[in-house]
T-cell receptor, first 117, second 116 residues
Framework: AQKITQTQPGMFVQEKEAVTLDCTYD???????LFWYKQPSSGEMIFLIY??????QNATEGRYSLNFQKARKSANLVISASQLGDSAMYFC??????????????FGTGTQLKVEL | DAEITQSPRHKITETGRQVTLACHQT?????MFWYRQDLGHGLRLIHY???????NKGEVSDGYSVSRSNTEDLPLTLESAASSQTSVYFC???????????????FGPGTRLTVL
């Protein structure tokens, strides 16, 4: 069975600082993908970044980067230069298998990030 | 612009009633999903569909059903609502992988359901 673990229920970071949100995963499938979503207080789910299990380089999207350590089964999200608008709940999710084009996701329990002045 | 919508956005119902939550997407995606979000659990998959007439049970499917008669819609029905089904419900859709492109799931705005 697939499992995603996010061990930080809440985190604080100073504005303009970098922050790392932890995510570990468990799967026996050699083909999988890892996603991070942001959920602000308004409730919508916003896709941030994706890492495929066969990707050679760590994914980056603007201020977001994914620190992918395959042997340790971790896929931590790094947010550089935090902004007040980054305050939100962040979810790590995993998709297993590459066939079908849209396999279901398994989500972690989330990390609530608060950016302070 | 393509989008995914849910209705109603808020619903209060009584125990034992049948409730249907609508989900409509204009992305022309084959894949559609229903999740529920509860504090301490993240999002959990209820049902999903990979195409018309295809439906599958997810992790927490008991008490729920879906049907897929066209590409655009995947309504979620609570056969006999229970207080344990008070939650926020999200619908999502995704397309097929093409040339290695990431096919993330696009989420609707959510429906907050309260069962009294």
């Amino acid at each position: 069975a697939q499992k995603i673990t996010q061990t930080q229920p809440g985190m604080f970071v100073q504005e303009k600082e970098a922050v790392t949100l932890d995510c570990t995963y468990d799967t026996s499938d050699p083909s999988y993908g890892l996603f991070w979503y942001k959920q602000p207080s308004s409730g919508e789910m916003i896709f941030l970044i994706y890492q495929g299990s066969y990707d050679q380089q760590n994914a980056t999207e603007g201020r977001y980067s994914l620190n992918f350590q395959k042997a340790r089964k971790s896929a931590n999200l790094v947010i550089s230069a935090s902004q007040l608008g980054d305050s939100a709940m962040y979810f790590c999710a995993m998709r297993t298998g590459l066939t079908g084009g849209g396999n279901k996701l398994t989500f972690g329990t989330g990390t609530q990030l608060k950016v302070e002045l | 612009d393509a989008e995914i919508t849910q209705s109603p956005r808020h619903k209060i119902t009584e125990t034992g009633r049948q409730v249907t939550l609508a989900c409509h997407q204009t992305w022309n995606h084959n894949n559609m999903f229903w999740y529920r979000q509860d504090l301490g659990h993240g999002l959990r998959l209820i049902h999903y569909s990979y195409g018309v007439q295809d439906t599958n049970k997810g992790e927490v499917s008991d008490g729920y059903s879906v049907s897929r008669s066209n590409t655009e819609d995947l309504p979620l029905t609570l056969e006999s609502a229970a207080s344990s089904q008070t939650s926020v419900y999200f619908c999502a859709s995704s397309g097929r992988l093409a040339g290695g492109r990431v096919n993330e799931q696009f989420f609707g705005p959510g429906t907050r359901l309260t069962v009294l």
